[in-house]
T-cell receptor, first 116, second 122 residues
């Protein structure tokens, strides 16, 4: 079975600090995508960053970057220079297989609080 | 309206009521999804409609009934719900098929989400 595990239910850091959210996954597939989604309080879920498994280079989007360790099946999200607007639930998700355009496998989420 | 919209945003219903959730996407996508989001649990995919094909999670109870009259609208009909059905119900859409890049045998299509309907069953 394919699973995604986020081991940190909640994290809290001061504004401007760097924070890393962890995610591990389990799959026998060799080709897949990994995603981090952000869900701010009472707002819509939005895609933060994605990584293709066949790419060695870690994806980066402005202050957001990932550390993708394929052998370890680890996909952590680093947020640099954190801002108050980064306060949200963060979900790690995984997509693989022939029905990949249908199904994302989700982690349970990490609640991130940025303190002023 | 832009993106994916959902109505109502909040719904309180008794176990004997019948209600419907509505989702509309303004992105020209051809696939729509219903998810259930419960606290401290992974999102649960309930139903997918894609190019007139319906895919469902076999664990979803029959008291949830989806309807997709066209590629822009998706409904979730609710009847005789249970208190454990209380959750945030999210709708999403994506473009199935080519586009967005892909690997051999796999297609990546970003899903865009609505704001959700917070459902409380008394």
């Amino acid at each position: 079975a394919q699973t995604v595990t986020q081991s940190q239910p909640e994290m809290s850091v001061q504004e401007a600090e760097t924070v890393t959210l962890s995610c591990t996954y389990d799959t026998s597939e060799s080709n897949y995508y990994l995603f981090w989604y952000k869900q701010p309080p009472s707002r819509q879920m939005i895609l933060v960053i994605r990584q293709e498994a066949y790419k060695q280079q870690n994806a980066t989007e402005n202050r957001f970057s990932v550390n993708f360790q394929k052998a370890a099946k680890s996909f952590s999200l680093k947020i640099s220079d954190s801002q108050l607007g980064d306060t949200a639930m963060y979900f790690c998700a995984f997509m693989a297989g022939r029905r990949s355009n249908y199904q994302l496998i989700w982690g349970a989420g990490t609640k991130l609080i940025i303190k002023p | 309206e832009t993106g994916v919209t959902q109505t109502p945003r909040h719904l309180v219903m008794g176990m004997t009521n019948k209600k419907s959730l509505k989702c509309e996407q303004h992105l020209g996508h051809n696939a729509m999804y219903w998810y259930k989001q419960s606290a401290k649990k992974p999102l649960e995919l309930m139903f997918v409609y894609s190019l007139e094909e319906r895919v469902e999670n076999n664990s979803v109870p029959s008291r949830f009934s989806p309807e997709c009259p066209n590629s822009s609208h998706l409904f979730l009909h609710l009847h005789t719900l249970q208190p454990e059905d209380s959750a945030l119900y999210l709708c999403a859409s994506s473009q199935k098929g080519a586009g967005g890049g892909g690997l051999a045998g796999i297609t990546y299509n970003e899903q865009f989400f609505g704001p959700g309907t917070r459902l409380t069953v008394l």
